[in-house]
């Protein structure tokens, strides 16, 4: 059964850091880009980041330069470095994994086939 599990949300102030995990199991997802996307309450989930197969690495213009997404292929593992959190960032963020190997990763939720469930992040002000 493949699962992709996220890890390391939490409750931060204002300029605070965060880094969200995602471990990958039941498949290797080496092949794949992986994306985070995030859903704030009554809004439609929404692109991050995404970093393809061989590492090259995509941003929101929201976050570029704040974000950094990165991998780590032989723990099947995925991160999301956050830093200087704002509140807008509050969401549930979900990491997600594309349906086919070796594609250029897209902002499309569409086009991601396996998803976590979710990991909580609250920046206050």
């Known amino acids: 059964q493949v699962q992709l599990v996220e890890s390391g949300g939490g409750l931060v102030q204002a300029g605070e850091s965060l880094r969200l995990s995602c471990a990958a199991s039941?498949?290797?997802?080496?092949?794949?880009?992986m994306g985070w996307f995030r859903q704030a309450p009554g809004k439609e989930r929404s692109f991050v980041a995404a970093?393809?197969?061989?590492?090259?690495?995509y941003y929101v213009d929201s976050v570029r330069g704040r974000f950094t997404i990165s991998r780590d292929n032989a723990k099947d593992t995925v991160y999301l470095q956050m830093d200087s959190l704002k509140p807008e960032d509050t969401a549930v963020y979900y990491c997600?994994?594309?349906?086919?190997?070796?594609?250029?990763?897209?902002?499309?939720?569409?086009?991601?086939?396996?998803w976590g469930q979710g990991t909580q992040v609250t920046v206050s002000p």
């Open positions: 997600a994994a594309a349906r086919y190997p070796s594609g250029v990763p897209t902002m499309r939720v569409v086009d991601y086939g396996y």
């Open positions: 970093i393809s197969w061989n590492s090259g690495k």
């Open positions: 039941g498949r290797t997802f080496s092949r794949y880009a």
